[in-house]
């Protein structure tokens, strides 16, 4: 038995022990612990140090909200978290953690002497010391700071385990499982309704797990628990635990982050570790409870220094005692009822000092009745014990003046500044805040959302007035869902009312400028910063944030930001709502990296299309690369060869015979109706009446700007159908883009467009032995009327086709068209066709310089958004005589008329090197600086076929510069180009002829 | 070509169906009672809405379009070109286009909400929906409470399988 | 992640079955040569940038394929209304006599 352990008392199975390690020690626990219960159950409080200062501290809380108890975690390979809070993190067998911030020990840490020097780490310290001299910023300060800074370690390996994610539907989402929670679904529940109840901790119960002593409907608080639960069950409603609410969106969409495996000893093979709900619920009710709060003093922070809540709860969850003689410190009367369960249990209260002169006559007697001492207007002044608390230093308030001061011992100090609303999810929504002078604390008010706001969560006290509440959220949730049901009240006996005080810094006799007095924990700002913040000139709340980072830790200020208000408003001699609040903003707890990716990851990350080729193409051992949303096959190395080798064999190899290459990836539009060719008219350049049944034609697309949008060959299979190809990447863009002129600007044209895409797997023969592999594979199709820039419907190798005679490459070339199922059969007959003409396989990259050999464009490419037909030489493609068309108009603005623009033209190095794409170009190298580039690079190879490198550009009246000399600067050098036509090969383009 | 993993069907059943006939029609609505007649398949005017006649299945996915399923698309095709003149329209073969998933068993729902972000519990038996299942357009028959068939394009299925495959993996897992 | 209703499919569902598509009732001129440099400036770029209502086209690309209008609060990012394309612009002014 662990020597603060009450036997059988709480929560834990004290049947089921379980061991873990903290810092290399073995330390006995039981089923139920959280690290930190465990800890503490063997006297364990120094649990960490600061982030800032070093300063040893323990467990100051006993849930999510925790600033200080931070523990790397790990299970093995792999599965090693930083910044766990052992407040949260459930023992398991085996489970290994450790502490953070120290060095080279827990208990003595060189970086603590920051600590000493307190005085020269104030608030902006950054910002003022490393601003001078610039220089020792790289090699000095930036190397200083990132090696003391950082919250843990880091993993260093990839995430081994599953993260998974789940859509919810729901009627009514109710956000937190205590009383208020518990109490609107069970009124919810028999409404019909779907209702769906979530609770980031283990159990549902909320702060009725640490107050088993109240009585509800008759029954223990505890077995009340389990009939409400279990009647929740009957009706259906989803109960959900360990399942954070990270994130309260639009519409009542909220984010749920469900843990799933950090609690079990051997998790379930294949287990999601973590589970992202993304939730729409037609109501939320959210009753989260309230956040208790510090209070600031000198010396808060050290180990054994904690809220008095958590102690209650330490005490009543888990049977765990935080110390022999406690000393409680409160402003409000809930600390009073951790003291007297404490008193109850067996420690010694060394004392409840309480800054209010007027105490309830009930916790005076009930005091009393315990022998505890009761220390009224009094405050604490400073706390001594090197690695826990030893001793409380407190002074009486008479008439504002601070008494002598005097020493208490004790091995714990429990404090209580009060108690704030949990305001988080609702301030995700920007719900309006309201300050209540009363209880000094906002509380929610005008809501944004379908939502109620229920309990501890909108400033009540006391489980009858919560139960009561929480009935009330419960039936406004289901009146707004157009349900009914009926009232539920709920009779509490023993029920612990309360109310408190609010304060800034606790009065002192000290120097409040030597004070130690911690605000948030997790950043180390002490009360000191944030009057020094105010001093230096920040005036609005946002600035002294900033400057200070109060709130800005990983626990988002849940316990500091409203004392930083106080503190913050009292400096500015402002009232607390001039001030207000900084904006609390998703997640809610610190949410992993995982959680958030869920499936997409490794082989899943991103959607990969796959043609029908694709598996042929692996198994040859291609290279491939995204293209678009694809994976194409890139080249298709054979043993021994690089990429530059295997480019240049397929590029000789089709040139020389002949080619094949898996096109299936283009875009491919069936143009249908009785309107299609008064379509195609308009939304292409071209002209499109003329072009007989059986021919195809470039077509090219501008956007209403007059810049290209997209290319590619149309071909016309009957008076009324149109098969238009698009770029792999603009399939989806120009067939939306076509939609939305069809909608919306011409309605009335009788035409239909369908993505056939991935109807047809395509396949691109080209080379001068192109004709006779084809051939013998094809019929029902003349070909004596089947020149260059054909199409027909025929058979090929016995598969229906649609067969397009044209040329990407300047070789003879087609496009077989087959149902997409056929694909990879047409590649094999073609493969076994082809094998007498050693027909060669190649990829993207040889397709790239084939087509850059004959200065075709790669839209996207050789064009960027910003070129025009005539920018690219394209003007042949228009159809001039056609009175309109989608991007016309914008041919004739002064801007694309004007002179001077990027053209594009062929580069040839003078040294016969090759250029880099995107490779900046200016007329005249020994200009001043800044030089003025007038273009760049679009594309550049190696062309086997002519022996040297070829570029295209984009070069300000480029058309106009033939033959002069540009400048490239290189990463070895300036090289000198000179410009060209874009047209490198067969430049009659005799070889389609043949 | 019928393909079925794990042992675990029970729970959750994700077969490949073989290809049959699937054409996309697209009519404007003065037309598409004379298309109705010459497809012998009531076509639904509201968006999801099914039929069926003679191994025939159609379902409206928009104001003017239709999904229509059957055995063998020739004779449609043929039909329908034969009103042409009198009810223009387009009736494109897709068959090659999408390949249907059949998806079925208790935990079938939860699988489909890994992926779509609608509420797929709220789509009534006998209809059907365009959707997307993580960033795959995809088209959902509901057939029962626990069937369903699914569109996948072609080159989407990759991916998707790969999703599923997580997902039955999980479920498999039981947390 | 917002909810927006579909006019033609008449169902309030996720946005991810939509794409935006860009400022409402900007029609395409029916004679585009007809204008002027400016005019045709203005109907290429110029767009209201509105702070509150502001009308907007939406496609629901992942459902029934349709283009169609909404007016959605800028600043609060809610939508106030759908409508299908070609329809007018809904008047959003204060009813005199609300009924």
């Known amino acids: 038995m662990s020597r603060y352990r009450i036997a059988g008392r709480g929560r834990v199975d004290h049947g089921a022990p379980i061991s873990f390690t903290f810092d290399g020690k073995t330390y006995p626990g039981l089923r139920g612990d959280t690290v930190a219960s465990a800890l503490l159950a063997n006297g364990v409080h120094l649990m960490g140090r600061s982030f800032k200062y070093h300063r040893p ?106 993260y998974a994610a789940r859509y919810l539907h729901t009627d009514l989402l109710i956000v937190g ?54 009647e929740l069950r009957a009706h259906g409603v989803r109960l959900m635990t360990r399942t954070t609410a990270i994130g309260y969106y639009h519409q009542n969409f909220v984010g749920l982050c469900e843990r799933l495996t950090d609690h079990l000893d051997t998790p379930p093979a294949n287990a999601p570790r973590e589970r992202m709900w993304r939730v729409r619920a037609d109501q939320v009710v959210l009753a989260q409870g309230a956040l208790e709060k510090p209070l600031v003093f000198d010396g808060n922070d050290r180990p054994g220094v904690m809220l008095a809540g958590a102690a209650q709860t330490y005490l009543n969850r888990y049977g765990v005692r935080v110390g022999d003689n406690p000393a409680v410190l409160t402003s409000h009367d809930s600390a009073w009822y951790a003291a007297f369960d404490l008193a109850d249990a067996g420690s010694r209260i060394a004392a409840i000092i309480d800054t209010r ?48 001061g005097r020493e208490i011992a004790c091995d714990a100090l429990l404090m209580s500044g009060g108690w704030t609303p949990s305001l988080h999810l609702f301030s995700h929504t920007k719900g309006s805040l309201a300050w209540d002078a009363d209880s000094n604390t906002f509380l929610p008010d005008r809501k944004t ?72 924990f997790q950043n180390d700002v002490t009360a000191k910063d944030l009057r020094l913040a105010v001093r230096e000139g920040m005036r609005s709340i946002e600035h002294v944030k900033r400057y200070t980072t109060n709130g800005m830790a990983t626990d988002q200020g849940k316990m500091s930001n409203i004392n930083g208000l106080m503190i913050a408003a009292d400096a500015l001699a402002k009232a607390p709502p001039q001030v207000g609040l900084t904006t609390f903003r998703p997640p809610y707890t610190p949410t992993s990296f995982g959680a958030f990716a869920g499936y997409l990851r490794g082989q899943t990350f991103q959607l990969t299309r796959k043609t029908p080729i694709d598996p042929w193409a692996e198994a040859q051992g291609a290279v491939f690369e995204p293209v678009a949303q694809w994976r194409r096959a890139w080249y298709f190395p054979k043993p021994g060869e690089d990429m530059h080798a295997a480019v240049a064999r397929e590029c000789l190899a089709t040139r020389a015979s002949v080619g094949i290459f898996d096109a299936s990836t283009l875009g491919k539009i069936e ?59 603009g399939a989806a863009r120009v067939l939306n883009m076509m939609e939305d002129y069809l909608q919306t600007e011409w309605p009335d044209l009788n035409v239909w467009l369908t993505s056939t895409t991935e109807q047809w797997a395509t396949v691109a023969l080209n080379g001068p032995n192109a004709l006779a592999v084809l051939k013998p594979l094809v019929e029902g199709l003349d070909w004596d009327d089947f020149p260059h820039m ?94 309109d068309f989608v ?30 794409e995107g490779a900046q170009i200016v007329l005249d190298p020994n200009q001043p600086l800044p030089m003025k580039m007038v273009g760049h690079v679009t594309s550049s190879y190696d062309s086997a076929s002519l022996g040297h490198p070829i570029a295209m550009a984009v070069i300000e009246g480029g058309h106009d510069r033939m033959g002069e000399v540009v400048h490239v600067p290189m990463p070895d050098g300036v090289k000198r180009a000179r410009i060209t036509s874009t047209v490198f090969y067969d430049p009659s383009g005799d070889r389609l002829k043949a | 070509m019928t393909t079925q993993k794990h042992d675990f069907s029970a729970a959750l059943q994700i077969e490949e169906l073989a290809p049959s006939a699937r054409l996309s029609l697209r009519v404007r609505p003065q037309h598409r009672a004379q298309l109705a007649r010459a497809l012998g398949l009531d076509l639904p005017v509201r968006i999801g809405d099914r039929t069926a006649a003679d191994g025939r299945e159609a379902l409206c996915l928009g104001p003017d379009e239709w999904l229509i399923l059957a055995p063998e698309a020739s004779a449609l095709t043929a039909a329908a070109a034969a009103i042409y003149a009198t009810a223009p329209h387009s009736l494109t073969e897709i068959s090659d286009r999408e390949i249907t998933l059949r998806l079925s068993g208790a935990s079938v729902l939860d699988l489909l909400a890994t992926g779509c972000p609608r509420d797929i519990a709220a789509l009534a038996e006998g209809r059907g929906c365009r959707t997307v299942f993580d960033s795959a357009t995809v088209t959902i028959w509901r057939d029962g409470p626990t069937a369903f068939r699914m569109d996948v394009w072609r080159s989407f299925l990759p991916h998707v399988r790969n999703l599923m495959a997580l997902a039955e993996a999980e479920l498999a897992a039981g947390l | 992640m917002l909810l927006i209703h579909c006019p033609y499919c008449e169902e309030t569902l996720p946005e991810l079955e939509f794409a935006y598509a860009g400022e409402a009732h900007i029609a395409r001129p029916a004679d585009p040569s007809a204008l002027s440099d400016e005019e045709w400036r203005d109907f290429l770029f110029i767009r209201t940038n509105a702070r509150g209502p502001h009308f907007e086209r939406w496609r629901h690309i992942h459902g029934c394929a349709q283009f169609f209008n909404a007016v959605r609060d800028t600043v609060s990012d809610r939508f106030l209304m759908t409508y299908k394309a070609g329809a007018p612009r809904p008047d959003l002014s204060p009813k005199e006599d609300a009924e």
């Open chain 1, 671 to 729: 143009v249908a109706g009785p309107d299609a060719v008064e379509f195609m008219n308009r939304m292409y350049t071209n002209p499109w009446t003329k072009l007989a049944p059986g021919r195809c034609r470039y077509g090219l697309l501008l956007g209403e700007d007059g810049f290209i949008r997209d290319d590619g060959v149309i071909g016309r299979l009957a008076n009324d159908l149109f098969h238009v190809t698009t770029t792999t990447g």
């Open chain 1, 790 to 883: 054909s199409v027909a419907e025929c058979t090929v190798a016995g598969l229906p086709a649609r067969l397009f005679r044209l040329s990407f490459t300047g070789e003879v070339g087609f496009e077989v068209n087959v149902p997409a199922r056929h694909g990879l059969a047409l590649w094999t007959a073609l493969m076994d066709a082809g094998k007498p003409h050693d027909i060669c396989p190649y990829g993207t990259e040889t397709m790239h310089v084939l087509r850059a050999e004959k200065g075709y464009i790669i839209v996207g490419q050789d064009t960027d958004g910003t070129v025009t037909p005539q920018d690219a030489g394209l003007d042949w493609a228009i159809g001039k005589a056609k009175p």
């Open chain 1, 449 to 520: 959302e379908a939502c109620q706001i229920a309990g501890a969560g909108r400033g009540l006290w006391g489980y009858a007035p919560v139960l009561a509440d929480g009935v009330a959220a419960g039936l406004a949730a289901v009146a707004a869902l157009s349900r009914s049901a009926g009232a539920r009240q709920f009779a509490v006996a023993n029920d612990r009312p309360g109310s408190g005080v609010s304060h800034t810094e606790l009065p002192t006799d000290r120097s409040p400028g030597k004070a130690k007095a911690f605000v948030d």
């Open chain 1, 357 to 404: 002169s007027e105490i309830r006559a009930d916790l005076l007697d009930a005091a009393r009745q315990r022998g505890i001492r009761v220390l009224q207007g009094h405050t604490a002044t400073g706390t001594k014990g090197r690695l826990r608390i030893a001793s409380v230093r407190v002074n009486p308030l008479r008439g504002g003046t601070v008494g002598a």
């Open chain 1, 887 to 916: 991007g016309k108009r914008s041919l004739s603005r002064p801007d694309i008329v004007a002179g001077g623009r990027k053209q594009l033209v062929g580069l040839l190095t003078e040294d016969g090197s090759r250029l880099e």
């Open chain 1, 57 to 162: 501290r323990g467990a100051v809380t006993a849930g999510s909200e925790e600033p200080n108890a931070l523990i790397g975690t790990s299970r093995g390979p792999g599965r090693f978290e930083p910044n766990t809070r052992a407040t949260v993190q459930e023992l398991r067998k085996g489970l290994v953690t450790e502490s953070q911030n120290k060095w080279p020990r827990l208990s003595f840490d060189i970086g603590a002497i920051n600590d000493r020097a307190y005085m020269l780490f104030s608030a902006g310290f950054y910002y003022k010391t490393f601003m001078w001299p610039k220089s020792f910023w790289d090699k000095v300060y930036e190397p200083f700071i990132r090696s003391a800074a950082g919250l843990g370690k880091s993993p260093t390996e990839a995430d081994p385990d599953r």
């Open chain 1, 177 to 230: 499982g205590g009383a208020a929670g518990i109490a609107a679904a069970l009124v919810a529940a028999k409404s019909g309704a779907r209702v769906v109840l979530v609770d980031e901790n283990p159990e549902l119960g909320g702060a009725l797990l640490s107050d088993p002593g109240v009585t509800v409907e008759g029954q223990p608080a505890w077995a009340w628990l389990d009939a409400s639960l279990a």
